[in-house]
């Protein structure tokens, strides 16, 4: 049976994981895309259910997928140009804990497609603890879609600032233009790198717990770079700074 309303109540129940409190109140979220929706089976996600539009002729995968014509499957899409699969996925469940490892800061960044690139790199860096203070969602659409299957596999904790610093435990790095030059900076051991907003850089309750603080030098035409370059750069330095020790 081909699902054609968008007043279906399946439509509008994964119509609502394109909102924060939609995701919130199903304790789910949104993925799209044969290749995103592949790794959420792969990383061991619990999957829920999977939707295809009427004409998709792609992987298939259990659960059986429900079917929704091409008006009731926009519906539930945030892509301008949906693969025709999508999959809703039991948001994970982090408790904020000390990290195991070098890990990351996030404070206040509010642009979800940075965030989500910024797991994304973390992952792909070794950086698979986060902490997300007053940020974006990571599992809205957006965040998900630019993080390319990083939510998957980072672990991802949120709550206020002063709960995840206490938490973290570890020397925190502070990504500043005040700081020293990253590329000559030794890093110790293990660390927390925090990385600020877009617009506002790190909030005072953060860069006041900072124990050493980084920059990356600029040519001085250059006022500033992108969060997510900017934290990928950061993290690359440090993890070669660290070592460099060894």
């Known amino acids: 049976m081909v699902i054609v309303s968008r007043q279906n109540p399946l439509v509008k129940e994964l119509s609502s994981l394109r909102e924060k409190k939609g995701r919130r109140e199903r304790g789910t979220f949104l993925v799209e895309g044969v290749k995103m929706v592949r790794e959420a089976f792969t990383a061991g996600m619990r999957v829920m259910r999977v939707v295809v539009r009427d004409d998709y002729a792609g992987e298939t995968f259990l659960p059986p997928a429900a079917v929704l014509g091409r008006d009731a499957f926009a519906a539930v899409s945030d892509e301008k140009t949906p693969q025709g699969i999508a999959a809703e996925v039991a948001l994970p469940v982090c408790a904020v804990r000390p990290p195991e490892g070098n890990c990351l800061f996030l404070d206040g960044l509010q642009d979800p497609a940075n965030v989500g690139a910024i797991v994304r790199t973390a ?28 939510v998957f596999f980072a672990r991802i904790m949120q709550g206020s600032r002063e709960e995840l610093l206490s938490a973290v435990g570890v020397p925190l790095i502070a990504a500043d233009m005040g700081g020293e030059d990253v590329f000559s900076f030794t890093p110790p051991e293990t660390f927390c790198l925090a990385v600020g907003s877009e617009g506002g850089g790190l909030s005072e309750e953060v860069r006041g717990r900072a124990r050493f603080t980084v920059r990356i030098p600029m040519d001085a035409r250059t006022e500033s770079l992108n969060a997510a370059v900017s934290a990928g750069i950061l993290m690359y330095a440090l993890r070669a700074g660290t070592n460099l020790r060894r």
């Open 123 to 150: 992952v792909a860096a070794g950086y698979e603890e986060l902490y997300l203070a007053q940020c974006a969602d990571p599992f809205s659409p957006k965040s998900v879609r630019a993080s390319m299957s990083g």
